[in-house]
């Protein structure tokens, strides 16, 4: 069974060393609320083209080559074990993947980022390895095996990429984020187990925004914390709870320019918040009518004011726009 770690009694190497939990930063700025409007959603339960079983993760990509327009979506579909590819209105375009170990093949696909080399990164979690593919789902390479040792996963889920190519993968049950460099080769890892500042609780995603600030949705810890590029820590915010700016398993997380984006997964909602930590507006409620939610795990942002959510056992994607 896991112990929590003491801060002060023992040296821990991450990569930085953090003495006190960050706590919401304060700001004079007006701070304004954004409003969501519902726009649509696509997807079924099921095995067929543009069908899921329980997707995981939702990105949509913001480059685009002579195969593929920029803004094709991209989804996890986990139960499915495979992924999807859709145009801008939902239509199903391709898919790749299937049952098993081998190259190109999925046990349990999670998260999945799409880098500015038009290469598909998707987190095999029961492979405990991430995958590279092409922009049309051909294999280019793989890293991480199943442990505990540097550079090795128990349970990855979510990922990220920066605009170096560097990968953030959220190890849940290591309860660290690690970083690699484009070829897949280790280069350092951010926490250990435990509640201080820069330490996780089973963390289930991890985003970006353009100052290279890491987000990490901290989810057995029901907060989200804000690290610098080096793995210091910022801030954070949240705790155990339904209401406003409260959470119950937060497992996916986006920002923007303005906002970050949190699916408050187990109280069936999505919140808001501003670069601070303030929560600004939440939307959402347990149910399957457009704009209601059954364990929302995925979340992006694409072009201005699009948002993406895979409402997983709803076995769908849907898609809101943000009003700023």
């Not at 329980?54 to 803004?71: A, E, L, Q």
Request: charged letters at 20%; hydrophobic letters at 35%; a negative charge.
């Amino acid at each position: 069974m896991k112990k929590y770690i003491s801060f002060l009694s023992i040296s821990i190497t991450i990569t930085s060393v953090c003495f006190a939990m960050a706590g919401p930063v304060a700001s004079t700025a007006e701070v304004v609320a954004p409003s969501v409007e519902f726009v649509r959603s696509f997807g079924s339960a099921g095995s067929g083209d543009g069908q899921f079983i329980y997707p995981r993760d939702v990105n949509v990509g913001t480059y685009g080559d002579v195969s593929t327009s920029i803004g094709n979506i991209f989804v996890s579909d986990t139960g499915n074990n495979r992924v999807q590819a859709f145009d801008k209105d939902g239509d199903f375009l391709f898919q790749f993947g299937g049952f098993g170990n081998g190259q190109g093949r999925f046990n349990s696909p999670a998260g999945i980022a799409v880098d500015f080399n038009y290469r598909i990164y998707v987190v095999d979690k029961e492979n405990s390895r991430i995958q590279k593919f092409d922009i049309r789902g051909n294999y280019l390479g793989e890293f991480g095996s199943f442990g505990a040792d540097p550079g090795k996963f128990s349970s990855p889920l979510g990922i990220a990429l920066d605009s170096w190519g560097r990968s953030y993968v959220a190890d849940c049950d290591n309860d660290r984020v690690q970083k690699f460099d484009e070829s897949g080769s280790y280069l350092n890892s951010i926490g250990a187990f435990g509640v201080g500042a820069g330490f996780f609780d089973r963390p289930s995603d991890v985003a970006l925004d353009k100052n290279k600030n890491l987000y990490v949705a901290d989810t057995r810890n029901n907060r989200i914390q804000k690290l610098d590029e080096t793995g210091w820590p910022i801030l954070s915010f949240g705790r155990s709870g339904g209401g406003e700016g409260e959470f119950h398993s937060p497992m996916g997380i986006a920002v923007d320019d303005n906002y970050i984006y949190v699916t408050d997964t187990n109280n069936n909602r999505i919140q808001i918040f501003d670069k601070n930590g303030r929560f600004l507006e939440k939307f959402g409620s347990t149910g399957i009518s457009n704009g209601q939610f059954n364990n929302p795990i995925g979340i992006c942002v694409g072009k201005p004011g699009q948002l993406f959510v895979a409402d997983t056992n709803n076995h769908r994607i849907q898609e809101f726009k943000i009003t700023f």
